[in-house]
């Protein structure tokens, strides 16, 4: 299982970036995918997951202003991230697991990426 993130970088407050996740040696189209991030000096907290079938859940912090959503075609899950605030700054990881379930525990996953740097900041 390979994950790899791209898309991170520096934006004012307000702003928006999206994050993409390319997935493989897996069945991507089965499994389910989900977004966690690491703030400095913090733990792993889960944003975002998505089913195989498109459910998607948020945590209440980033609930209105971030998407989740994937492409089959292309193995790739994206974070569209709006209304960008100083305290998504994160280290964001993609990861999944071989349940094919989302869970809102970071600990409950198997496979991770190697992350990508959001900093939100003026």
């Known amino acids: 299982v390979q994950l790899m993130e791209s898309g991170g970088g520096l934006v004012q407050p307000g702003g928006s970036l999206r994050l993409s996740c390319a997935a493989s040696?897996?069945?991507?189209?089965?499994?389910?995918m989900s977004w966690a991030r690491q703030a400095p000096g913090k733990g792993l907290e889960w944003v975002s997951g998505i089913y195989s079938d498109g459910t998607t859940y948020y945590a209440d912090s980033i609930k209105g202003r971030f998407t989740i959503s994937r492409d089959n075609a292309k193995n790739t899950v994206y974070l569209q991230m709006n209304s960008l605030k100083p305290e998504d700054t994160a280290v964001y990881y993609c990861?999944?697991?071989?349940?094919?379930?989302?869970?809102?525990?970071?600990?409950?996953?198997?496979?991770w990426g190697q992350g990508t740097q959001v900093t939100v900041s003026s």
């Open positions: 990861a999944t697991r071989p349940s094919g379930t989302v869970v809102a525990d970071p600990g409950g996953y198997d496979y």
């Open positions: 040696g897996f069945t991507f189209s089965s499994s389910a």
